[in-house]
């Protein structure tokens, strides 16, 4: 069973208290009461709050003041405050609230369907950001146990698969195996895709890298453009390159042109023959942004729920490893992976905060 969400009602009069517990009485709900600022300071060390309900007038210490002192713990910086209050307040006290981080005033007497309705949307946006923590946990959980599992058995599998490659290509030389090259060269290849992905599984157990270096994205885009014109044209594709002036930011350049080919390789993978793939490269709100968009059929929902899943995939010759080492790259820069999907293709985003 889900474990009811916490909200915050501080009021120095006890009717109010009970009030606003009348008002939003739910079995979803846990209702914790505080007498006084300093009341709901101790509350705020000992819970994770979903909403603050904050009286403004109180004695000792008034509703702005509490709201600068819960905002400075760093625990309850971005817990959502709605200031209470009796009286009309001046636009320079309703400036001060917001300046504090409140995020709405209600005046008394309060509205219950008003009160009810706003708590309700501020409790969705509560549980959806709490199950995107857990999916990240989850992911980042399975990407560790995944990549400890690879250093682990990589090396008893690399030695082998050397050796044995070592004879296959020493066989090709020789006269008496002329009529099996075709099946030699066969076998070797699939050696390769097997080291290829063992390699795979390393970069997905990889924690952190150490070559950190100052570098612009529009660098790397541009020396991996004649590889991709002639990747798509290769495909019978087409691809477009719109690259904006972007600042430079602390990258590893070979795990970010990683990242690139994974998403070109599967748009182009997503589309049938005359499909386009648009990349973009810009700034948007203090990140720089990277995006990949192809003109498939989209992605399956229920991938997409679980979507950087190693394994985790619809493609007959997938193995789900190429967008769980974007997820792994884009954590360690600490970079976000969006997507936009529909049945006119799928857009990724990858946005690197400066």
């Known amino acids: 069973m889900k474990d009811k969400v916490k909200i915050l009602m501080v009021d120095d009069r006890v009717e109010n208290l009970l009030a606003l517990e009348a008002i939003l009485e739910s079995n979803a709900y846990d209702l ?14 000992e819970h994770d709050f979903a909403l603050i309900l904050l009286d403004v007038q109180m004695p000792e210490i008034d509703g702005y003041e ?9 625990k309850s910086q971005h817990t959502p405050i709605i200031f209470i209050t009796a009286n009309y307040q001046e636009q320079e006290q309703i400036n001060k609230g917001y300046e504090l981080g409140a995020i709405d005033y209600i005046l ?23 199950e995107m923590i857990e999916e990240e946990m989850l992911r980042s959980h399975q990407l560790r146990l995944l990549g400890e599992m690879a250093a682990g058995v990589s090396h008893e599998v690399r030695n082998p698969i050397t050796g044995v490659r070592a004879y296959l290509q020493l066989m090709q030389g020789k006269s008496e195996f002329l009529h099996y090259q075709e099946d030699i060269s066969l076998m070797i290849s699939e050696l390769d895709r097997a080291r290829l992905l063992i390699s795979e599984f390393l970069s997905l157990g990889r924690s952190r890298t150490s070559q950190f270096e100052m570098d612009n994205l529009n660098t790397i885009v541009n020396a991996l453009k004649p590889l991709i014109l002639a990747d798509t044209k290769h495909h019978n594709m087409t691809a477009i390159i719109e690259i904006s002036d972007v600042p430079d930011f602390s990258l590893n350049s070979k795990e970010i042109r990683q990242i690139i080919l994974n998403l070109c390789r599967n748009a182009l993978e997503a589309m049938a023959p005359g499909g386009r793939l648009v990349i973009k490269t810009y700034l948007e709100n203090d ?18 729920k679980k979507l950087g899943t190693p394994f985790l995939t ?27 999907t529909s049945s006119k293709g799928t857009l990724f985003f990858v946005k690197f905060k400066l």
Do not use: W
């Open 32 to 45: 914790i009461r505080a007498n006084s600022g300093h009341e709901a300071l101790k509350q705020v060390l």
């Open 66 to 74: 509490t709201a600068s002192l819960i905002r400075m713990r760093e």
């Open 108 to 130: 008394k007497p309060v509205n219950p369907a008003n009160l009810r309705y706003k708590v309700a949307r501020f409790v969705e946006l509560y549980n959806y950001q709490d």
């Open 287 to 304: 990140q720089v942004v990277l995006s990949i968009q192809d003109q498939g059929k989209g992605i399956n929902p229920e991938i997409l």
């Open 314 to 340: 619809d493609k007959e010759n997938g193995n789900g490893l190429g967008l769980s080492i974007c997820y792994s790259i884009a954590a360690r820069h600490n970079a976000a992976i969006e997507v936009s």
